[in-house]
């Protein structure tokens, strides 16, 4: 099974500021297999980045994904208020298609 | 516009069968030839993969959770049915269902549900 750790578990910045988050494979991902997902409370999740870099319908640009084999990156590049939420990793390459614990990213 | 909705019994007793099903409206779950899957969400905790099916009734399930679920599709009512058997308080969790983005398995979710809280309590 290929663990997707998630850093850091909490992100506290304020709107406008940059936000990088990073997911780490246990194991080589290829970069097609991998994805973003953003969660706010009370709601199912919602594809950001597919592909590792690729954005999904109707994301904004200021989503970003980046990175291959075992280290990928989230990068929201201006913090906006609705972009305070949890964001999960999640490979599909391998069966079980795991997702890593999330990072918070929270209103400073 | 493809939706999803999960439905099935809130309150599980321990060591029975939790049962849901979802519904898709908006497209037919044969016609699109897409896979569907469920995931759950512990209160509080993060996402884990059930399993997945296509519509001609091909499976995929997450090797911890194989020897107790059945993931099955129901093409005349448009709908995809989740049975996790000997629940224990650890099953607890928020089930969504959701559509793979492609027309194989390893593609990411890019609808889903709301989801359905289900909590094993006797």
């Known amino acids: 099974e290929i663990v997707l750790t998630q850093s850091p578990g909490t992100l506290s910045l304020s709107p406008g500021e940059r936000a990088t988050l990073s997911c780490r494979a246990s194991?080589?991902?290829?970069?097609?297999?991998l994805a973003w997902y953003q969660q706010k409370p009370g709601q199912a999740p919602r594809l950001l980045i597919y592909?590792?870099?690729s954005r999904a319908t109707g994301i904004p640009d200021r989503f970003s994904g980046s990175g291959s084999g075992t280290d990928f990156t989230l990068t929201i590049s201006r913090l906006e208020p609705e972009d305070f939420a949890v964001y999960y990793c999640?490979?599909?390459?391998?069966?079980?298609?795991?997702f890593g614990g999330g990072t918070k990213v929270e209103i400073k | 516009q493809l939706q999803l909705q999960e439905s099935g019994p809130g309150l599980v007793k321990p060591s029975e069968t939790l049962s849901l099903t979802c519904t898709v409206s908006?497209?037919?779950?044969?016609?699109?030839?897409?896979?569907w899957g469920w995931i759950r969400q512990p209160p509080g905790k993060g996402l884990e993969w059930i399993g997945s099916?296509?519509?001609?009734?091909?499976?995929y399930y997450s090797p911890s959770l194989k020897s107790r679920v059945t993931i099955s599709g129901d093409t005349s009512k448009n709908q995809v049915s989740l049975k996790l058997s000997s629940v224990t308080a650890a099953d607890t969790a928020v089930y969504y269902c959701?559509?793979?983005?492609?027309?194989?398995?390893?593609?990411?979710?890019?609808?889903w549900g709301q989801g359905t809280l289900v909590t094993v309590s006797s």
């Open positions: 959701a559509k793979h983005q492609g027309v194989v398995v390893v593609t990411p979710f890019d609808s």
């Open positions: 908006g497209g037919s779950i044969s016609s699109s030839s897409y896979y």
């Open positions: 099916i296509y519509y001609s009734g091909s499976t």
């Open positions: 194991q080589s991902v290829s970069s097609s297999d």
């Open positions: 592909g590792a870099s």
């Open positions: 999640q490979q599909f390459g391998s069966s079980p298609f795991t």
